[in-house]
């Protein structure tokens, strides 16, 4: 059985703003899992909402683990910590995430 995490943000700042902000967090997660030792990976994919809908979020990450081992050892990664701290939280009005089995 699959472990899953999915987690949107809606941007304030000069993420709202400007979307090479955006387009730069995007390509730092990108390289981080490409070059990450992240056992237990199945899928990861991030990106920008399409506008197809009223009142949604702005951005989303969606990851596929083998189990919940795998997830947490994403989630604590030293570099994923960096980007998250030096990158994402300063620009997040709002952010949900959502784990879940199956």
């Known amino acids: 059985m699959s472990f899953t995490h999915v987690v949107t943000f809606s941007w304030t700042g000069d993420a709202a703003d400007d979307p090479a902000v955006v387009d730069g967090i995007a390509e730092s997660l990108r390289r981080w899992v490409a070059e990450a030792d992240l056992p237990g990976l199945r899928s990861w994919t991030c990106g920008t909402d399409a ?15 083998d189990d919940v081992d795998a997830y947490t ?3 604590d990664d030293p570099e994923h910590r ?10 997040v009005g709002q952010r949900t995430a959502v784990q879940f089995a199956g």
Not at 51 to 65: S, T, W
Not at 82 to 91: G, K, L, P, S, T
Request: charged fraction near 20%; hydrophobic fraction near 55%.
């Open 51 to 65: 506008g197809l809908a009223a009142n949604n979020a702005d951005f989303a990450v969606v990851a596929v683990f």
């Open 73 to 75: 050892a994403y989630r």
């Open 82 to 91: 960096r980007i998250i701290d030096e990158q994402i939280a300063h620009r």
